[in-house]
């Protein structure tokens, strides 16, 4: 096994960082490693914002449900789907881009690109020692980011990652067997088959929860997540997406 690998499956999220901010040399590899993503049809429709006003990224973690580590960290990152640049080059060639812009499949591009791009700048940052953070908590209210961050239409802020330097490092969460997530030709539909594995995790998460918390919890994994799609969350999002001029079509 390879250092690249190790780096990737030694990966857990970080929630507390040392007061440290990341170097010039250390964002600049972190963005260009993101940039050397793949990208559908060499589109790059994603952008990067990198969040250091202290205000800013005090508004952020308030969106995000007052999460510390959002606003204490070496280095926050927005990653973006972003067409608007695509909308300008329309017009500076002169051809009508609008419905490609407006399309569910660039939609799609864009949300691909940036993740792609934000996976690169995970794994680029922790082989560099850093510890990172995906945080989903600032769609909790797109519009506030949007004006906090001035993206304008087309633009839209998916996640953001906080990087640093790690106070500590918290224990890995299981992941589903390799058997449960990988199919061979076709998607396996044995539903048996899937309930037992299922079933086999539900075990594994909750002798890990019952170890990390010290007997307090013993969530079973289908239990914990099934609670969680019974809430509704974020339901503005659609229409969000399309006030922003994307996923019309």
């Known amino acids: 096994m390879n250092s690249t690998i190790e780096t990737m499956l030694n990966h857990r999220s970080i929630r507390s960082f040392d007061d440290k901010p990341l170097t010039d040399e250390q964002i600049e590899a972190i963005v260009k490693s993101a940039q050397a993503a793949s990208t559908s049809s060499y589109v790059q429709a994603y952008s990067i914002i990198g969040v250091t006003d202290k205000e800013k990224k005090r508004q952020l973690a308030e969106v995000a449900g007052n999460q510390s580590y959002v606003e204490e960290n070496g280095h926050f990152f ?16 002169d051809k009508d881009v609008i ?6 499949e660039k ?20 082989s560099l020692g850093l510890g990172i953070c995906y ?22 802020p998916l996640f953001g990652m906080a990087v640093g330097y790690p106070g500590n490092h918290s ?10 997530v990988y199919h061979q030709n076709v998607y396996q539909q044995d539903e048996k088959q899937y309930i037992n594995q299922l079933k086999d995790y539900n075990e594994v998460i909750s002798a890990y929860y019952q170890e990390r918390t010290g007997g307090k919890r013993n969530d ?7 609670q969680m799609l019974e809430k509704k969350s974020r339901m503005y999002m659609k229409e969000f997406v399309e006030s922003k001029k994307m996923n019309l079509r």
């Open 220 to 226: 079973r994994w289908t239990e914990q997540i099934s």
């Open 107 to 126: 939609f799609m591009v864009a949300l691909i690109d940036a993740s792609l791009a934000a996976q690169n700048a995970a794994i680029a940052a922790e």
């Open 99 to 104: 419905p490609a812009v407006e399309s569910t």
């Open 78 to 93: 927005v990653f973006c789907a972003d067409l608007y640049r695509h909308e300008l080059m329309g017009s500076f060639e």
């Open 171 to 180: 224990s890995q969460k299981p992941r589903l067997p390799m058997e449960h």
């Open 135 to 156: 945080i989903g908590g600032i769609r909790n209210n797109l519009n506030e980011v949007a004006s906090i961050l001035g993206t304008p239409n087309r633009v839209i």
